[in-house]
């Protein structure tokens, strides 16, 4: 339990109060950590210090010696499944319940703030924290977001969505500028956090280490009070990462309002002398000090002295969560085992899974339940298994001994299940791997054992995809992730049948690692990272593409089967300021009963420009027995049709026809349906003499304008495929194509510039001038 402290109820009027009693001094103060993990108290004025600790999938608070990184011991608890392995259970409620209960934990130990979700992009799977980020996809990772947040939160503990802003490598990460066009960062980059910031409103905001387009986040006003608090409405605290502060004072002016850790009192005293040398306006440090007042008192007010952190219950919930993550990704008839079959368990992971990865998200463990200690303490007498280790993870080392062990097991079973994956060594946080390879050790023990066993089975555990130079070898693949404490567990269930696998890819697999988008660009040149795919970031390059991969954005197999019928949309017709239903029946077609993912996607084949193939606009995870039926309904909105247009600063809908698709994952479409959408919103148009014919067309008044300047021009008269006469010899050198082509791209002062003299200068700006109050 944490220290018991009776704090009396603490308004919003009393706040304003104590700012108002408050020193400089003392302000200042409180815009920094008092040590790793403490913001400060106020003694003279009765303000506590409160706690912040890491998170996302667990509970990594540090009572004595503090660090960032996961070198000094944490208290004991439970870590649940990483981001990797939650967004593949496409599953909010599961996700919110997860928050739920380690919101309850961290009021058992006088935490105020757990320092997750993880949101932040998958733009390539080298990225060494990928393993605490929820997804390639900017929709699902602010949904899971989302999702996390409400279920903390409705314990009165707080959020701290991270890390804010295009922080997507390890590699000088405090020092690298991830460089991103407008669009880009609005669609891609930014709506991982949107949604779940705008409308599960975090108590907190972490800044990242990096710069945005030349800017440290934490320097940078656009992003931390622009669209934070002006566009999105957040009213929360913004936090820096541990130790991303550069410039107490301009972090402080643009928006970033606690310091963490401490600074020992340098960027305090710097604060006090930019607000007495009149550099730093008063009232910006009173708001600093207002919103993080706000979020202790939130947390203060609320404190749950009667909070239990009953690990045992809570290692059973890691376990429950575990259950939905894993993903199949292969099975030709191999699954589920039976349990009368011998079955040999190859490979260290059985033994000693890898469940988590290292840096600041790794838990102390209460308790870990491997594959193998799960068998021998509660299926012993159920199933027959033999173990080999097979390969050791301190170094990539192929022991043949080990192989040797390995093969004979495998030849005396009537299965072989392979447990592999990453070691720490491959990818954590603090560095970036640099490809996407297993250990030699481990594809070679694969293969060797394949060869002596048809029936072989691969259980991953790793936080990023991996290449698969065995996958036409062995008859399945489990991919587990880095699935918590509890993934033993979970695995053999599975394995067994006693868990239908219901996980889903929440980022592709490419074949290889040069396939991937960023592959020219990631790392960057120096301290510059150019985002030169933009918004085609995995699987709207490979859909675009039509690019195969090793499996895809959304993929999975169940033990049973489903089938999609009966799609309807409640218009054929709308404006972008309308929504429209969309409804589906989903039947479970086969025996046993199982978990669906529906996804739906959206696209617009005729674009003026350029888009992904198709977007994920919703999704639902249901449960189905089987013959059972559900219909589910989604709805949809302007954003499920809009780009970010740069023109306006703002979301955009095309006027035309867009698809609407049910899919089982990205390249599996089952049923679609059209629908004509119309702009409500007006493009602003300023024509110059350089703008095209062809893009001033688009309204007849503007073309008839145009055309009362071309009379009499013998030269426009030949790209007039409408009152040409073509000769044969004439026909075989302009064709129509090549005249409507020309037309269309030729720009206006053109038709001074083959006027002989006809139309002036003057007379081509008076007609620049008609044509923008037409538009306008």
């Given at each position: 339990?944490?220290e018991?402290?009776i704090?009396?109820?603490?308004?919003?009027?009393?706040?304003?109060?104590?700012?108002s009693?408050?020193?400089?001094e003392?302000?200042?103060?409180?815009?920094?950590?008092?040590?790793?993990?403490?913001?400060?108290?106020?003694?003279?004025?009765?303000i506590p210090?409160t706690?912040?600790s890491d998170?996302?999938h667990?509970l990594?608070?540090q009572?004595?010696e503090?660090?960032?990184?996961g070198?000094?011991?944490?208290i004991?608890?439970v870590?649940?499944?990483?981001?990797?392995?939650?967004?593949?259970?496409?599953?909010?409620?599961?996700i919110?319940s997860?928050?739920?209960?380690?919101g309850?934990?961290?009021?058992?130990?006088?935490v105020?703030?757990?320092?997750?979700?993880?949101?932040n992009?998958?733009?390539s799977?080298?990225?060494?924290?990928?393993?605490e980020?929820?997804?390639?996809?900017?929709?699902l990772?602010?949904?899971?977001?989302?999702a996390?947040?409400?279920?903390?939160?409705s314990k009165?503990v707080?959020?701290?969505i991270?890390?804010?802003?295009?922080n997507?490598?390890?590699t000088?990460?405090m020092s690298?500028?991830s460089?991103?066009?407008?669009?880009?960062?609005n669609?891609?980059?930014l709506?991982?956090?949107?949604?779940?910031?705008?409308n599960?409103?975090?108590?907190?905001?972490?800044?990242?280490?990096?710069?945005?387009?030349?800017?440290?986040?934490?320097?940078?006003?656009?992003y931390?009070?622009?669209?934070?608090?002006?566009?999105?409405?957040?009213?929360g605290?913004?936090v820096?990462?541990?130790?991303?502060?550069?410039n107490?004072?301009a972090?402080l002016?643009a928006?970033?309002?606690?310091e963490?850790?401490s600074?020992g009192?340098?960027?305090?005293?710097?604060?006090?002398?930019a607000v007495?040398?009149?550099?730093?306006?008063e009232?910006?440090?009173?708001?600093?000090?207002?919103?993080i007042l706000?979020v202790?008192?939130?947390?203060?007010?609320?404190?749950d002295?009667?909070?239990?952190?009953?690990?045992?219950?809570?290692h059973?919930k890691?376990?429950?969560?575990a259950?939905?993550?894993?993903?199949?990704l292969?099975?030709?008839?191999?699954?589920?085992?039976?349990?009368?079959?011998?079955?040999?368990?190859?490979?260290?992971y059985?033994?000693?899974?890898?469940?988590?990865?290292?840096?600041?998200?790794?838990?102390?463990?209460?308790k870990?339940?491997s594959?193998?200690?799960?068998?021998e303490?509660?299926?012993?007498?159920e199933?027959?298994i033999?173990y080999?280790?097979?390969?050791?993870?301190?170094e990539d080392?192929?022991?043949?001994?080990?192989?040797?062990?390995?093969?004979e097991?495998?030849k005396?079973?009537?299965a072989a299940?392979?447990?592999a994956g990453?070691?720490?060594?491959?990818?954590?946080?603090?560095?970036?791997r640099?490809?996407?390879?297993?250990?030699?050790?481990?594809n070679?023990?694969?293969?060797?054992v394949?060869?002596?066993?048809?029936n072989?089975?691969?259980?991953l555990?790793?936080?990023s995809?991996?290449?698969?130079?065995w996958?036409d070898?062995?008859?399945?693949v489990?991919?587990a992730?880095l699935?918590g404490?509890?993934?033993?567990?979970?695995?053999?269930?599975?394995l067994?049948?006693k868990?239908?696998?219901?996980?889903?890819?929440?980022e592709?697999f490419?074949?290889?690692l040069e396939?991937?988008?960023?592959?020219l660009?990631?790392?960057?040149?120096?301290?510059?990272?150019e985002y030169?795919e933009?918004i085609?970031v995995?699987?709207r390059?490979?859909?675009?593409?039509?690019?195969?991969?090793?499996f895809?954005?959304?993929?999975?197999?169940?033990?049973?089967?489903?089938e999609?019928?009966?799609l309807?949309?409640d218009?054929?017709?709308?404006l972008?300021?309308?929504?429209v239903?969309?409804?589906?029946?989903?039947?479970?077609?086969?025996?046993?009963a199982?978990k669906?993912?529906v996804q739906?996607?959206?696209?617009k084949?005729e674009?003026?420009?350029?888009?992904p193939?198709?977007?994920?606009r919703?999704f639902?995870?249901?449960q189905?027995?089987?013959?059972?039926t559900k219909?589910?309904?989604f709805?949809?909105?302007?954003?499920?049709?809009a780009?970010?247009?740069?023109r306006?600063?703002d979301w955009?809908?095309e006027?035309?026809?867009y698809?609407?698709?049910?899919?089982?994952?990205?390249?599996?479409v089952v049923?679609?349906?059209?629908?004509?959408?119309?702009?409500?919103?007006?493009?602003?148009i300023r024509?110059?003499?350089?703008?095209t014919?062809?893009?001033?067309?688009?309204k007849e008044e503007?073309?008839?304008?145009i055309?009362?300047y071309?009379?009499?021009?013998e030269f426009?008269?030949?790209l007039?495929?409408?009152?040409?006469e073509?000769?044969?010899?004439a026909a075989?050198a302009?064709?129509?194509?090549?005249?409507i082509?020309?037309m269309?791209?030729?720009?206006l002062?053109s038709?001074?510039?083959?006027s002989?003299g006809?139309v002036?200068t003057?007379?081509?700006?008076?007609?620049?001038?008609?044509l923008?109050?037409?538009y306008?």
């Amino acid at each position: 339990m944490g220290e018991t402290m009776i704090v009396e109820q603490v308004t919003q009027s009393k706040i304003e109060e104590l700012i108002s009693m408050m020193t400089l001094e003392e302000k200042a103060g409180l815009c920094s950590g008092k040590d790793f993990w403490h913001t400060k108290k106020v003694e003279r004025l009765g303000i506590p210090d409160t706690m912040v600790s890491d998170g996302p999938h667990g509970l990594r608070k540090q009572d004595l010696e503090g660090d960032h990184l996961g070198i000094n011991d944490s208290i004991k608890a439970v870590c649940f499944p990483t981001g990797s392995a939650l967004g593949s259970s496409f599953n909010t409620e599961l996700i919110e319940s997860m928050g739920e209960t380690l919101g309850n934990e961290c009021q058992a130990e006088g935490v105020s703030v757990i320092l997750g979700p993880a949101v932040n992009i998958k733009r390539s799977p080298l990225c060494g924290r990928n393993f605490e980020y929820y997804s390639e996809d900017p929709y699902l990772a602010t949904k899971m977001a989302g999702a996390f947040i409400d279920g903390v939160q409705s314990k009165n503990v707080g959020t701290s969505i991270k890390h804010f802003l295009a922080n997507n490598q390890e590699t000088r990460r405090m020092s690298s500028s991830s460089k991103i066009d407008e669009r880009t960062i609005n669609e891609i980059y930014l709506a991982a956090f949107e949604d779940a910031i705008k409308n599960h409103k975090p108590w907190t905001v972490m800044c990242s280490y990096n710069r945005i387009n030349g800017i440290y986040a934490a320097e940078n006003k656009k992003y931390l009070t622009e669209t934070l608090r002006d566009k999105w409405n957040f009213s929360g605290y913004v936090v820096s990462d541990w130790g991303a502060v550069n410039n107490r004072v301009a972090d402080l002016k643009a928006g970033l309002n606690l310091e963490m850790p401490s600074s020992g009192g340098i960027g305090d005293s710097e604060i006090v002398e930019a607000v007495k040398s009149g550099e730093l306006e008063e009232s910006i440090l009173d708001d600093a000090v207002r919103h993080i007042l706000t979020v202790e008192y939130r947390y203060l007010n609320n404190r749950d002295e009667t909070a239990v952190f009953d690990m045992e219950k809570d290692h059973e919930k890691a376990r429950e969560v575990a259950n939905e993550t894993i993903v199949l990704l292969k099975n030709e008839g191999v699954l589920p085992l039976k349990a009368s079959d011998e079955v040999a368990f190859i490979g260290k992971y059985a033994e000693k899974p890898r469940y988590q990865g290292g840096g600041s998200s790794h838990i102390n463990s209460y308790k870990i339940t491997s594959a193998l200690s799960y068998v021998e303490e509660n299926v012993k007498n159920e199933v027959h298994i033999t173990y080999a280790k097979g390969f050791d993870d301190q170094e990539d080392v192929t022991h043949e001994e080990m192989v040797r062990e390995a093969v004979e097991s495998a030849k005396k079973a009537k299965a072989a299940v392979i447990f592999a994956g990453l070691p720490d060594s491959f990818e954590s946080e603090g560095f970036d791997r640099t490809h996407m390879r297993m250990p030699q050790c481990q594809n070679y023990l694969i293969e060797q054992v394949a060869k002596v066993q048809p029936n072989t089975i691969v259980v991953l555990h790793n936080g990023s995809p991996v290449e698969m130079p065995w996958i036409d070898k062995v008859k399945g693949v489990v991919e587990a992730y880095l699935g918590g404490q509890s993934i033993g567990a979970s695995v053999v269930d599975v394995l067994y049948g006693k868990v239908n696998p219901s996980g889903r890819l929440a980022e592709t697999f490419p074949i290889k690692l040069e396939d991937n988008p960023s592959y020219l660009y990631y790392i960057g040149e120096g301290d510059q990272v150019e985002y030169k795919e933009g918004i085609f970031v995995g699987y709207r390059y490979y859909d675009a593409k039509k690019m195969p991969v090793l499996f895809p954005f959304g993929y999975g197999l169940s033990y049973t089967t489903f089938e999609y019928s009966n799609l309807k949309v409640d218009k054929e017709t709308m404006l972008d300021t309308d929504q429209v239903t969309v409804s589906v029946d989903v039947t479970n077609t086969g025996a046993i009963a199982g978990k669906e993912v529906v996804q739906l996607y959206v696209g617009k084949k005729e674009s003026k420009v350029l888009r992904p193939v198709k977007e994920l606009r919703k999704f639902t995870k249901i449960q189905l027995n089987p013959g059972e039926t559900k219909t589910v309904t989604f709805q949809l909105e302007k954003r499920a049709f809009a780009y970010y247009e740069t023109r306006i600063k703002d979301w955009y809908v095309e006027s035309g026809e867009y698809d609407i698709m049910i899919a089982r994952n990205v390249n599996d479409v089952v049923l679609d349906k059209k629908i004509t959408v119309n702009s409500t919103t007006s493009l602003p148009i300023r024509i110059t003499t350089d703008t095209t014919f062809g893009d001033v067309y688009v309204k007849e008044e503007a073309k008839e304008l145009i055309e009362s300047y071309l009379e009499g021009n013998e030269f426009f008269k030949i790209l007039d495929t409408e009152k040409t006469e073509e000769s044969d010899v004439a026909a075989e050198a302009i064709s129509k194509e090549m005249q409507i082509a020309m037309m269309n791209y030729m720009p206006l002062r053109s038709i001074r510039d083959y006027s002989n003299g006809s139309v002036t200068t003057k007379d081509l700006n008076e007609l620049v001038e008609k044509l923008n109050k037409i538009y306008q």
